[in-house]
């Protein structure tokens, strides 16, 4: 069976972070359309990931925001040009083609024929700590599984759920809450770094024999046979004083935080210096035409790395792109205030008009 065709556009926008999300939004303003790639499994990037409950103080006309909020703000913002996210997916290779594009592949075999290209990949891509256990691996995408629930029923399985932040506790709590089967929250600690609601919810399920909540660390496993197949049918733990448990397990969900690595954007030829990459503060446009970089993955004389200055960054990124997207277009500064067409495409009423 053939592969299937790559999805062409015009822009795609590598990173779903707070500066990607306002690429997507000015890219619109100027009729540019755009794919959203991000490692995660959801959008927000670093505001989500390291920061989602935490104040914000310094963006413009927003006293204080956090980054949840900050995030849902800017997806709002950006709908009405509707891009297509993929996330969870990490983009693998960039090539450019003979017609100019750029050809991009993804870690889930995902291909994108685009003419222009925007990193906004931050530090770089999230990646998930993995567990540090011999042979554990073999089992990834199929019983275990990071930051996030298999999409399979889950009903009559034994889940173990591995972390101390609030979206493990949160991703324990919905399981056992819809009763699927046995639900056990394992932490190296007896504290959780969660709010109170979400500990009071926890005991309740925990007292009505819902869910258990073990200390303790994964040092080993079990296995069994199941249609041909090695399948995940236990887990060894040590808990505080060395005494080992078996826990039940058919399904292991992991949630040990996140750390970034460039990946495969250094292997790219783009122009580099100290794993950042080099942009000319015209267009924030790479070594490599057609290629921007936006936010913290961009250096140049006087770099910032704030929010506020990633959004400046995005603004003369789009019109930088504008030239290779629509060569013919003689494209003028319109104002979101006054202009009818950056109205119409924002989908809202034109002042002084029925």
Request: glycine fraction near 10%; charge should be negative.
């Amino acid at each position: 069976m053939s592969a299937p065709a790559p999805i062409e556009t015009d822009a795609v926008v590598i990173g779903a972070g707070p500066v990607g999300l306002f690429q997507v939004f000015q890219l619109g303003l100027l009729e540019i359309k755009a794919h959203v790639i991000d490692a995660l499994p959801y959008a927000g990037g670093q505001c989500i990931e390291l920061y989602p409950d935490k104040p914000i103080y310094d963006i413009p006309a927003v006293p204080a925001t956090t980054g949840r909020e900050l995030v849902a703000s800017l997806m709002r913002q950006a709908a009405p040009f509707e891009p297509v996210f993929h996330l969870g997916e990490e983009v693998a290779s960039l090539a450019r083609q003979a017609d100019g594009r750029f050809l991009l592949g993804t870690s889930r075999g995902k291909t994108f024929l685009s003419k222009t290209v925007f990193i906004a990949a931050g530090v770089g891509a999230f990646q998930p700590r993995r567990l540090r256990v011999d042979g554990i691996a073999t089992l990834e995408g199929r019983d275990l599984f990071y930051h996030g629930s298999p999409a399979e029923d889950l009903t009559g399985r034994d889940v173990v759920v591995v972390g101390g932040d609030e979206a493990a506790l949160q991703c324990a709590l919905d399981l056992a809450s819809r009763g699927l089967g046995s639900v056990t929250l394992l932490h190296r600690r007896d504290v959780l770094q969660a709010g109170a609601a979400a500990l009071a919810e926890m005991q309740a399920l925990c007292e009505a024999g819902q869910m258990a909540f073990r200390v303790g660390q994964i040092i080993g496993f079990d296995t069994r046979v199941e249609a041909g197949e090695s399948r995940l049918s236990a887990v060894h733990v040590s808990d505080v004083d060395a005494q080992l448990h078996v826990l039940p397990a058919d399904r292991l969900l992991v949630f040990q935080g996140l750390s970034p690595r460039l990946g495969p954007v250094a292997d790219w030829g783009l122009a580099m210096a100290r794993k950042q990459l080099e942009v000319d503060t015209e267009r924030f446009a790479t070594s490599e035409p057609g290629i921007f970089a936006v936010g913290d993955i961009n250096t140049y004389p006087g770099k910032k790395k704030l929010i506020v200055c990633g959004f400046h960054e995005c603004v003369l990124a789009a019109f930088g792109a504008v030239a290779i997207v629509f060569p013919e277009r003689r494209t003028l500064l319109q104002y979101t205030t006054t202009s009818p067409r950056l109205h119409q495409l924002l989908g809202v009423a034109t002042p002084g008009k029925a």
